[in-house]
């Protein structure tokens, strides 16, 4: 460099430092000037913040970059994102894109990738752009619910203040507590009582076993006495029974016959009167002769008569 001048020198290293932030900067930024990459054009209608060196990723791998954006002034509202993916990811038909951006505002591009049976997209081909706006996007969505709760949630905070500022809460809670107390004593002897029925169990058991040992035999003996009464022959039986009614009726009408001794004995009063007059006689003899034996029995050892 002996034969440049000394403003030729600077010259020259002026434009190196140029080149030399041109490409550091389109380094940081992402870019590869001198690339192989596929180009593909992204359509969407609103890029929320997407710029130039963006990423792009698929399956959460990043494939390529942003080259550039432009915005089609005679359609308002459709916006081209040229970009650069690797060559050796073939892109299937039927692909789309979509922004998304995390909580820091980094935004990038996720390739959602086709079904790889329905064919390959060439470079140079559109693809189908949409927004996502991600958990801010949902978070903007609930703003106008949460906003129409804050009424509902005031109006509840208002009741639970007027609730609890109610001199008889304190008061229920106190009762709540000796409830709570009453429960657990109640509890206690309940153990105590299941406790002891079940020490008294094996006892009411074996009785238990006793009374339907009992019952058994008392079925038993029932079973032998229907037996029995089934045994019996119950038209004989009634036969006799409607014999020996015959024959007391016959008797009684005997009885009531003035012709048979029984009846006579039974019906004529004038044997009845004679029957009556006969004891009578006969009792005043009984006691004439207890009266006066002698008359009626004498014995003398000298032959001498009682006068």
Same mark, same amino acid.
């Given at each position: 460099?002996?034969?440049?001048?000394?403003?030729?020198?600077?010259?020259?290293? #002026?434009?190196?430092?140029?080149?030399? !932030?041109?490409?550091?900067?389109?380094?940081?930024?992402?870019?590869?000037?001198?690339?192989?990459?596929?180009?593909?054009?992204?359509?969407?209608?609103?890029?929320?913040?997407?710029?130039?060196?963006?990423?792009?990723?698929?399956?959460?791998?990043?494939?390529?970059?942003?080259? +550039?954006? +432009?915005?089609?002034?005679?359609?308002?509202?459709?916006?081209?994102?040229? *970009?650069?993916? %690797?060559?050796?990811?073939?892109?299937?038909?039927?692909?789309? #894109?979509?922004? /998304?951006?995390?909580?820091?505002?980094?935004?990038?591009?996720?390739?959602?990738?086709?079904?790889?049976?329905?064919?390959?997209? #060439?470079?140079?081909?559109?693809?189908?752009?949409?927004? %996502?706006?991600?958990?801010?996007?949902?978070?903007?969505?609930?703003?106008?619910?949460?906003?129409?709760?804050?009424?509902?949630?005031?109006?509840?905070? +208002?009741?639970?203040?007027?609730?609890? #500022? $109610?001199?008889?809460?304190?008061?229920?809670?106190?009762?709540?507590?000796?409830? +709570?107390?009453?429960?657990?004593?109640?509890?206690?002897?309940?153990?105590?009582?299941?406790? /002891? !029925?079940? @020490?008294?169990?094996?006892?009411?058991?074996? @009785?238990? $076993?006793?009374? !339907?040992?009992?019952?058994?035999?008392?079925?038993?003996?029932?079973?032998?006495?229907?037996?029995?009464?089934?045994?019996? $022959?119950?038209?004989?039986?009634?036969?006799?029974?409607?014999?020996?009614?015959?024959?007391?009726?016959?008797?009684?009408?005997?009885? %009531?016959?003035?012709?048979?001794?029984?009846?006579?004995?039974? %019906?004529?009063?004038?044997?009845?009167?004679?029957?009556? /007059?006969?004891?009578?006689?006969?009792?005043?003899? !009984?006691?004439? *002769?207890?009266?006066?034996?002698?008359?009626?029995?004498?014995?003398?050892?000298?032959?001498? @008569?009682?006068?």
């Amino acid at each position: 460099m002996k034969g440049f001048t000394k403003e030729i020198k600077i010259a020259l290293v #002026a434009i190196l430092g140029i080149v030399v !932030l041109f490409f550091g900067l389109n380094f940081l930024k992402g870019v590869t000037l001198f690339s192989s990459d596929n180009t593909y054009y992204i359509k969407f209608n609103n890029i929320s913040g997407l710029s130039g060196s963006s990423p792009i990723m698929a399956d959460g791998y990043q494939v390529g970059t942003v080259r +550039s954006i +432009s915005f089609d002034y005679d359609k308002v509202g459709e916006i081209t994102a040229e *970009v650069g993916i %690797n060559k050796n990811l073939k892109v299937p038909v039927g692909s789309t #894109a979509e922004i /998304s951006s995390d909580l820091l505002g980094n935004v990038r591009i996720d390739l959602l990738l086709g079904n790889e049976g329905d064919g390959v997209l #060439a470079p140079e081909s559109t693809i189908d752009g949409r927004l %996502n706006a991600g958990a801010m996007g949902k978070l903007k969505e609930m703003i106008p619910l949460v906003e129409n709760m804050l009424p509902k949630v005031d109006s509840i905070l +208002s009741s639970v203040n007027y609730i609890l #500022a $109610d001199p008889a809460l304190p008061n229920t809670l106190h009762h709540a507590e000796q409830v +709570s107390h009453d429960l657990t004593r109640t509890t206690q002897q309940m153990n105590t009582l299941m406790a /002891s !029925l079940n @020490k008294e169990v094996p006892g009411l058991m074996g @009785k238990a $076993d006793g009374v !339907l040992a009992q019952a058994g035999t008392a079925m038993s003996n029932a079973t032998v006495m229907t037996d029995n009464l089934a045994k019996l $022959d119950i038209e004989q039986t009634l036969t006799e029974l409607t014999q020996t009614l015959a024959n007391l009726k016959t008797f009684t009408e005997s009885l %009531n016959e003035t012709d048979s001794s029984l009846g006579m004995l039974l %019906n004529d009063k004038s044997m009845y009167d004679n029957l009556t /007059s006969t004891l009578a006689h006969a009792d005043s003899l !009984l006691i004439n *002769v207890k009266e006066h034996p002698k008359r009626y029995v004498h014995f003398s050892i000298f032959g001498k @008569k009682d006068k």
